[in-house]
């Protein structure tokens, strides 16, 4: 809908409730309840994004696949505890363009993969606890998309946990995998200044956002190990984790999925607070708009 339409419409209402309004100033809030996403609707969708060959807005289909491979060793005297296991984890959303940034829905994640042991060692025993029977796991934690000149940066993470699981006098923090972008500290370290191998940039370029299916492959190497001092005997804590991204985007249009944006558009129009309120709209749905 081009600009001087869109003028001519507002203009064209407008008169059309002076009128209504001195023909019959009762009926006046109930002329604007009625008739207010008329008004709205064509100033709205001069901020929505153009319409595809089809007629229909363009939206993306988005999935995160997180596979990491972790390795750590605790050294307490005579006492070693080892902890080797892999997890992976898929996240899945929709992204809606906003000008120049996106407009992010949150439909689901979930834990694909969790499999591994933790094992003590002393002179006098072996034992070995599995992943299944841990106290705590990871967890992923999507923040937002931040679009920096010609690139969109995935800021995301896994938080970890205290290892060992094991019964122990000491608690350790766990480090896992973070994207670049990242700005929580992992427990006072610099999470990006022990990325070994790789890099752990996870990004998409601007121009490679089209209508077309793309798939784009990160991995890098992280490790950290540090000698402590517990009671005033020393303790050597090691931990490493390799780890690979897979960010997947595919195109579509309202009518190829349950995600029907006209429809949505439809039963919210008569929210004059629409675009300001979308993350109270969508209650089911995490909201965040980059800036």
Wanted: with cysteine; aromatic share 16%.
């Amino acid at each position: 809908m081009g600009k001087k339409a869109v003028v001519f419409i507002l203009f064209f209402l407008t008169q059309a409730a002076v009128l209504f309004s001195a023909v019959n100033p009762q009926s006046k809030d109930e002329f604007y309840f009625n008739f207010s996403p008329l008004i709205l609707y064509p100033a709205i969708t001069c901020q929505l994004p153009p319409l595809d060959a089809q007629g229909l807005y363009t939206w993306w289909e988005l999935k995160i696949l997180l596979t990491s491979s972790v390795n750590y060793r605790i050294q307490e005297g005579e006492k070693t505890y080892s902890g080797n296991f892999s997890f992976t984890t898929s996240w899945t959303g929709l992204l809606e363009p906003d000008e120049e940034d996106f407009i992010i829905y949150h439909v689901d994640s979930c834990f694909v993969k969790w499999d591994g042991a933790e094992s003590v060692n002393t002179p006098d025993s072996h034992e070995i606890l599995l992943t299944s029977d841990f106290s705590e796991t990871p967890s992923f934690h999507f923040e937002c998309i931040l679009r920096k000149e010609d690139k969109y940066n995935f800021d995301f993470f896994v938080q970890g946990f205290l290892v060992p699981q094991n019964p122990s006098n000491h608690k350790y923090n766990l480090i896992l995998p973070a994207t670049a972008e990242n700005s929580n500290p992992a427990y006072d370290i610099s999470y990006n200044s022990y990325v070994k191998e790789g890099s752990n940039k996870v990004f998409l370029d601007k121009k490679s956002i089209l209508n077309q299916p793309l798939k784009k492959t990160f991995k890098w190497s992280w490790k950290h190990q540090k000698w402590r001092s517990e009671e005033k005997r020393p303790v050597y804590f090691s931990q490493s984790h390799e780890t690979e991204v897979i960010i997947s985007l595919k195109p579509r249009n309202s009518s190829s999925a349950s995600w029907d944006r006209p429809a949505v558009w439809k039963h919210y129009s008569k929210k004059i607070i629409y675009i300001q309120t979308c993350s109270n709209i969508f209650g089911p749905f995490l909201f965040h708009r980059n800036v």
